[in-house]
């Protein structure tokens, strides 16, 4: 029979940010004191899972929730790029209703396509390198598990790119809460059930 593997997806704890930008990839958004909170919350949750290797995005709010998982377990936190959060074009700008970014003419260019989507990142990009992050995790924990602290985009396009379905969407629909796990099982390299979880919904 077929040795099982699981491969925790994390999205990292709330974020500090006050001004509330679009942060995407910029450096110095660290976790929130609820943040913080959250990543002990999902720390606890998998305290007693076969963990054997803990993997984190690069930026600091994935590294920081990653930090009282890998603890909980004696293991360091290592870096995986392929996990980070997906680049966008407004990156830096506030984006709530009101707000002047979307009034601006000059990037009305970056909206014209939502499918690939046109101010970002393409998904199909996206499902790509976040399926390089999970088989090298799968295959790092055989037989064990794994937890990879990403971001929700990256997590959502993944879930959906594996279970077939389209990848463009509706972000308000997305099950990838705050701190949240997305569990994938497998069977071998068999890919054979996805889990959801919101250990720090409480």
Not at 87 to 109: I, K, M, Q, S, Y
Request: one cysteine or more.
């Amino acid at each position: 029979m077929a040795e099982q593997t699981r491969v925790h997806l994390v999205r990292h704890g709330e974020v500090c940010n006050p001004t509330g930008v679009l942060y995407g990839r910029l450096p110095g958004f660290g976790l929130s004191e609820a943040g913080v909170a959250q990543a002990a919350a999902v720390a606890d949750y998998l305290a007693d899972r076969d963990v054997v290797a803990v993997i984190a995005s690069p930026l600091q709010r994935a590294r920081q929730t990653a930090a009282p998982i890998a603890a909980r377990h004696d293991l360091a936190v290592d870096i995986d790029p392929d996990l980070i959060e997906a680049a966008n074009f407004f990156e830096g700008r506030r984006l709530g209703p009101g707000d002047g970014a979307w009034r601006d003419p000059r990037v009305w260019w970056q909206l014209r396509n939502p499918f690939t989507p046109s101010w970002g990142e393409p998904y199909i990009e996206i499902a790509q390198r976040m399926t390089t992050a999970l088989d090298k995790a799968r295959v790092r924990g055989a037989g064990h598990e794994v937890v990879c602290v990403s971001h929700q985009l990256p997590v959502w396009t993944l879930r959906r790119h594996l279970t077939g379905r389209r990848l463009w969407h509706d972000p308000r629909r997305r099950e990838c809460a705050l701190a949240s796990v997305t569990s994938f099982v497998y069977h071998g390299d068999r890919l054979v059930d996805v889990e959801y979880a919101q250990p720090a919904s409480g």
